[in-house]
Structure formats: structure tokens, C-alpha cells
């Protein structure tokens, strides 16, 4: 058996068409809200555990201190854009984006195999129908390029932009879950000083304290159960778009190389994880 049909054996999509392979799936990123919602309830169980009521820790001035102070902290640190940037990328945190990298690469192996009959350019009306940006862009361009050098370090400079712009927006968060602590103390130590104001009272004072405490927990709450917890999820979601950006990257580099789609096969499988190196093992056996 030649290694062409080994190809297409092990591999029977790769005669169809780029249109028949799945793209990018978007859905509520269960595992996120379920977090959220655990991080929420044990907040809320473990202030009910003190046997003080909740509303005991619901103090509008701390809030307002702890709330206001670390947004105006973070307009004051970020320019409007990046703020914007990461506006749009926490609301993105509440939706699981997931690539199926076997058809990704199934689709890779369709232009491995249509280039090596035809040229590149006779390919564009097709390339034009991917559903993936990146891998879209990243052929158009291998069309207009005049050499392999010129293109890798076109593809390599916009992911590492757009790791850049990922790392950024996680960076946003991190100052903010900086910065909030320290003015859940301000709003302590102005709720100290508002006391000293009563000191002869000692039962007011002995609630008060309590009181003014609960800033530093509007603080340290919003830091460590929002911010910084967003900002780890935002570099998550950057490394793994960074390993799709590189396996397109690897994928073009060989369409436009012209490599056997056989090869193509085992160099995109490097990317796959696991299971996926596991069932395509059992399937070259096959």
C-alpha cells in the first residue's frame, strides 16, 4: 500500500470539502460558573458560620471605598483601550471557547493535499470559506508571500501579538486585585478613626471595630475570589489559543512547503493531546 492511501485510509475526511469540518464552539463555560458560584456560597456560608446575621456585613460605606477606590485605581493605571480589551475579554470568561484540533488539522490536510495538485492561488475562493480567522488569514498570506521565511515570521509576530494583548488584559486584573486589598485597609483605618471620635463609649466602640473590619474583607474578598482568580483564567485561555496558533502556524508553513500530507499528519499530531495521539495511533493501524 502506497503512503497516499495510507493517508486516505487513515484519514477519509481528508477528501472533503473545508466546509464539512467543525470550527470553533461556543457555550456557557459551565466549569467557570460553577467556581464562581462555589467561591459565592462559601463566602456566604463561612460569614453565617460566625453566627453574626448577614446583613451585619453588609457596610455600603466599606463597598463604596473598596468598589470605587479600585476602579478609579484601574482607570488611573490603564489607558481607555486596554480597559475596554479587558471588558470584553472578562465577559468572555463566562463562555468555553473549544477548537476541535482533529478536524482543525483534517482541514489542514485537505490544502496539504489540494496544494500538492494545484497551486496556492487557485485554492483562494475555498481558503476564503475557513471558519477559523487565523487559519484563514494565516493561507491568504501564504499566497501573496514570496518565501518561507517571510511568512513564518509574518505568522510568528501576530501570535505573539496576540499573546502580548492576552497577557496584557490578565495584567489589568492583576493590578486591580493589587491595588484592592490595600484600599479595604483604608477604608479600616477610616472606619478606626470615625471610632476614636466615640472612644467613651465602649460598647459602641467594641461593635465598631467589627464594622470597620469588614472593609478589609470587601477587599481582600474581591481580590482573591474576582480578580486575580480572572486574571489566571484569562492566561489559561491565552495558552491554549497560543498552542492552536502554533499548530495553524506549523500546518501552513508545511501547505506552503508542500509536504507530503503523511508528514503533515505526524507533525500536526505533536499538538493533539492524549487521547486524540491515542485514537489517531489506533486509526494509522488500522
Do not use: W
Amino acid at each position: 500500500m502506497s503512503t497516499s492511501e495510507r493517508v486516505l485510509r487513515a484519514y477519509p475526511n481528508a477528501r472533503q470539502a473545508p466546509a464539512a469540518y467543525a470550527g470553533r464552539t461556543q457555550n456557557l463555560d459551565v466549569g467557570f460558573l460553577i467556581g464562581l458560584a462555589i467561591a459565592a456560597a462559601a463566602a456566604i456560608a463561612g460569614m453565617a458560620s460566625t453566627g453574626v446575621g448577614i446583613g451585619y456585613f453588609l457596610q455600603p460605606t466599606g463597598a463604596l471605598i473598596v468598589l470605587g477606590g479600585t476602579l478609579g485605581v484601574t482607570f488611573l493605571t490603564t489607558p481607555g483601550r486596554s480597559l475596554l480589551n479587558a471588558a470584553q475579554r472578562l465577559r468572555g470568561l463566562f463562555f468555553a471557547q473549544s477548537t476541535d484540533r482533529e478536524a482543525l488539522i483534517e482541514e489542514i490536510l485537505f490544502y496539504a493535499k489540494e496544494v500538492r495538485r494545484r497551486p496556492l492561488l487557485g485554492l483562494e475562493q475555498e481558503i476564503r470559506k475557513i471558519r477559523n480567522g487565523f487559519l484563514r488569514e494565516a493561507l491568504l498570506l501564504a499566497i501573496d508571500v514570496r518565501n518561507r521565511a517571510e511568512l513564518q515570521a509574518a505568522l510568528e509576530i501576530e501570535i505573539r501579538l496576540r499573546e502580548r494583548q492576552g497577557d496584557a488584559d490578565a495584567k489589568v486584573f492583576e493590578v486591580a486585585g493589587g491595588f484592592a486589598p490595600t484600599l479595604g485597609i483604608l477604608g479600616t483605618v477610616l472606619g478606626l478613626v470615625d471610632l476614636l471620635r466615640q472612644f467613651s463609649n465602649v460598647q459602641a466602640v467594641g461593635s465598631g471595630i467589627g464594622l470597620a473590619f469588614v472593609s478589609t474583607l470587601y477587599g481582600l474578598g474581591l481580590a482573591n475570589l474576582v480578580l486575580l482568580p480572572a486574571a489566571h483564567r484569562i492566561r489559561a485561555r491565552v495558552a491554549e489559543s497560543f498552542e492552536i496558533h502554533e499548530l495553524i502556524v506549523e500546518g501552513v508553513i508545511c501547505v506552503f512547503d508542500q509536504v507530503h500530507p503523511y508528514l503533515v499528519r505526524h507533525r500536526l499530531g505533536a499538538f493533539l493531546h492524549h487521547r486524540e495521539r491515542a485514537a489517531l495511533a489506533a486509526a494509522q493501524v488500522v
